[in-house]
Antibody
Framework: QVQLQESGPGLLKPSQTLSLTCTVS??????????WSWIRQHPGKGLEWIGY???????HYNPSLKSRVTISVDTSNKQFSLRLSSVTAADTAVYYC??????????????WGLGTLVTVSS | DIQMTQSPSSVSASVGDRVTITCRAS??????LAWYQQKPGKAPKLLIY???SLESGVPSRFSGSGSGTDFTLTISSLQPEDFATYYC?????????FGPGTKVDIK
């Protein structure tokens, strides 16, 4: 069973860059069936898809964050990463990485990391 | 963006009750809809994909239906472990978007 684990700083100051890494274990990050997503959840709120990456490096981002987001992949270390620049308090959230299966009538998040809380505060 | 709405926003129910949650998309999404369950402090868990297909390992008391703009998630006989928040998600168009959630709590 594939497992995902987020890692990175939990506290940032406004204007800094958020950097998180997701490590994949128990499966291949280079499997053609899957994309690799970042999703966030503001405290007590719903879920927001940030974007995803294919093992080849192809990406797709949420337009609401596109100007500040970069997702990259390191297949040799089975990791993919999120960078979000110029953070503000509005970026305070739990950040999840998730495996994304894309098939017939489905692009779904079928495996998730535990999530990591990132707080932006001066 | 495709906007997803859910009703009710919360429901109080008892063990053994039948619970139905509705999800509506702001435009037609065919069957590109999934349902997730989230418990406090945990990551969401995939329950249903392609509107009506049960994810492996998910109990058969969960079922999904609908297409186009209107969808439902039904729990046929609520169990203690089902008290949670449920989200729908569309994958018909980028960006993928989620509904605001429906909290199922104990009556």
């Amino acid at each position: 069973q594939v497992q995902l684990q987020e890692s990175g700083p939990g506290l940032l100051k406004p204007s800094q860059t958020l950097s998180l890494t997701c490590t994949v274990s128990g499966g291949s990050i280079s499997s053609g069936a899957y994309y690799w997503s970042w999703i966030r959840q503001h405290p007590g709120k719903g879920l927001e898809w940030i974007g995803y990456i294919y093992y080849s490096g192809n990406t797709h981002y949420n337009p609401s964050l596109k100007s500040r987001v970069t997702i990259s992949v390191d297949t040799s270390n089975k990791q993919f990463s999120l960078r979000l620049s110029s953070v503000t308090a509005a970026d305070t959230a739990v950040y999840y990485c998730a495996r994304t299966y894309t098939g017939s009538y489905s692009s779904v998040f079928d495996n998730w990391g535990l999530g990591t809380l990132v707080t932006v505060s001066s | 963006d495709i906007q997803m709405t859910q009703s009710p926003s919360s429901v109080s129910a008892s063990v053994g009750d039948r619970v139905t949650i509705t999800c509506r998309a702001s435009q037609g999404i065919s069957s590109w809809l999934a349902w997730y369950q989230q418990k406090p402090g945990k990551a969401p868990k995939l329950l249903i994909y392609s509107a009506s297909s049960l994810e492996s390992g998910v109990p058969s008391r969960f079922s999904g239906s609908g297409s186009g703009t209107d969808f439902t998630l039904t729990i046929s006989s609520l169990q203690p472990e089902d008290f949670a928040t449920y989200y729908c998600q569309q994958a018909n168009r980028f960006p993928f978007t989620f509904g605001p959630g429906t909290k199922v709590d104990i009556k």
